[in-house]
């Protein structure tokens, strides 16, 4: 059974810095590529970050040089540092877990989203 568990959202004010977390669980984490997505409401889920396995990292234009995502292998979880929050940063946030197999369907699952709010 996969599973994805995300931590550490909250409330915090602009200009401040949270960490994500996500837990993996039932794969086999180091050939996934990781990512983090959010959803603001209203609006369509959106690409955050995403990490290889190899540690290859690729951002949206609008977390760049805010954001930083990062992975352990060995501890099976995703973090996504996040430094001067906007309001507009507001969303749910979404661990994500990708694999395109070889030649085969492509494995992906979902976290269940934990709530960022930047508000003062």
């Known amino acids: 059974q996969v599973q994805l568990v995300e931590s550490g959202g909250g409330l915090v004010q602009p200009g401040g810095s949270l960490r994500l977390s996500c837990a993996a669980s039932g794969i086999a984490f180091s050939i996934y590529r990781m990512g983090w997505y959010r959803q603001a409401p209203g609006k369509q889920r959106e690409l955050v970050a995403t990490?290889?396995?190899?540690?290859?990292?690729n951002y949206a234009d609008s977390v760049k040089g805010r954001f930083t995502i990062s992975r352990d292998n060995a501890k099976n979880t995703v973090y996504l540092q996040m430094n001067n929050l906007k309001p507009e940063d507001t969303a749910v946030y979404y661990c994500n877990a990708r694999f395109p197999s070889p030649g085969g369907p492509t494995y992906m699952y979902w976290g269940q989203g934990t709530q960022v709010t930047v508000s003062s």
């Open positions: 990490i290889t396995g190899g540690g290859i990292s």
